[in-house]
């Protein structure tokens, strides 16, 4: 065998070692196949917001399903919700951001959703509200960079985005969440929650540690009333776009434990 010869198939042995390792890292779990996670986003935003964790979580073999949310009610989106829920079988993995903590709070009783996921999200108890978590606490710094149209649907300014919403993604992608964002009803913040799934289920929270649109310190104490598995990022609001794989991570903890 000349030197060449045993170079290429050096080479080619090595490439396939790597390759099966690569394989085996990729490969799906088994203790998740047949699990969902269902994906429900907050205010000022719309599916496209978990785009950077779906693939990390069907990569693992989860089957993944985004709500798009209408953002006109409590009661819209929570039914909108269970619809998703409706549809799938098997073990669901409950996930809301932001608003879209509410949403699940509120969805989250089906018998099929087995765990809850906070990522830098409300966690309002039954009877309560958003505005009932925030109304004593400061005005915020991005109030003044709310936006409302004629039919009293809430936006962000483009400041907003890039100073408070998402600070620490690229202006481009800034640009992007500004120009895709779904207006919010100004009235949902009033609507109450009715019984609280976060008493009967599982719980865990993405804490985003420099968020700016949640104070950090209302979600460390939200996620200890509903005794959740904690898991920090030093990220903005949009933390699923910012650190996805954190998000993930904490997200297939909890369908792990999903029965």
């Given at each position: 065998?000349?030197?060449?010869?045993?170079?290429?198939?050096?080479?080619?042995?090595?490439?396939?070692?790597?390759?099966?390792?690569?394989?085996a890292?990729?490969?799906?779990?088994?203790?998740?196949?047949?699990?969902?996670?269902?994906?429900?986003?907050?205010a000022?935003?719309?599916?496209?917001?978990?785009?950077?964790?779906?693939?990390?979580?069907?990569?693992?073999?989860?089957?993944?399903?985004?709500?798009?949310?209408?953002?006109?009610?409590?009661?819209?989106?929570?039914?909108?919700?269970q619809?998703?829920?409706?549809?799938?079988?098997?073990?669901?993995?409950?996930?809301?951001?932001?608003?879209?903590?509410?949403?699940?709070?509120?969805?989250?009783?089906?018998?099929?959703?087995?765990?809850?996921?906070?990522?830098?999200?409300?966690?309002?108890?039954?009877?309560?509200?958003?505005?009932?978590?925030?109304?004593?606490?400061?005005?915020?710094?991005?109030a003044?960079?709310?936006?409302?149209?004629?039919?009293?649907?809430?936006?962000?300014?483009?400041?907003?985005?890039?100073?408070?919403?998402?600070?620490?993604?690229?202006?481009?992608q800034?640009?992007?969440?500004?120009?895709?964002?779904?207006?919010?009803?100004?009235?949902?913040?009033?609507?109450?929650?009715?019984?609280?799934?976060?008493?009967?289920?599982?719980?865990y929270?993405?804490?985003?540690?420099?968020?700016?649109?949640?104070?950090?310190?209302?979600?460390?104490?939200?996620?200890?009333?509903?005794?959740?598995?904690?898991?920090?990022?030093?990220?903005?609001?949009?933390?699923?776009?910012?650190?996805?794989?954190?998000?993930?991570?904490?997200?297939?903890?909890?369908?792990?434990?999903?029965?």
């Amino acid at each position: 065998m000349n030197t060449t010869f045993k170079k290429i198939a050096a080479s080619t042995v090595l490439l396939g070692g790597l390759f099966t390792l690569g394989a085996a890292h990729a490969a799906p779990d088994q203790d998740l196949k047949g699990k969902t996670v269902v994906l429900v986003h907050g205010a000022f935003a719309d599916g496209s917001s978990w785009e950077k964790v779906v693939p990390l979580l069907e990569a693992r073999g989860l089957h993944v399903v985004a709500v798009q949310n209408p953002l006109t009610s409590l009661a819209d989106d929570a039914a909108a919700a269970q619809r998703t829920i409706d549809a799938q079988t098997g073990p669901v993995v409950l996930v809301g951001h932001s608003w879209g903590g509410a949403v699940i709070s509120q969805a989250g009783n089906d018998d099929k959703v087995k765990a809850l996921v906070y990522v830098a999200a409300f966690a309002p108890d039954s009877g309560t509200s958003v505005n009932d978590l925030i109304k004593d606490k400061p005005a915020p710094a991005w109030a003044p960079e709310l936006r409302k149209d004629s039919g009293n649907f809430l936006t962000l300014s483009d400041k907003g985005i890039a100073e408070d919403f998402a600070q620490d993604l690229t202006p481009a992608q800034q640009h992007l969440v500004a120009a895709t964002q779904g207006p919010w009803s100004a009235g949902a913040i009033n609507e109450k929650v009715t019984d609280a799934a976060w008493h009967h289920k599982r719980s865990y929270f993405v804490i985003a540690d420099k968020d700016r649109m949640i104070d950090p310190r209302l979600q460390v104490a939200m996620a200890g009333q509903i005794n959740a598995t904690v898991t920090h990022a030093n990220a903005s609001h949009v933390v699923m776009l910012s650190q996805p794989k954190v998000v993930a991570d904490a997200i297939i903890a909890a369908a792990r434990n999903a029965e």
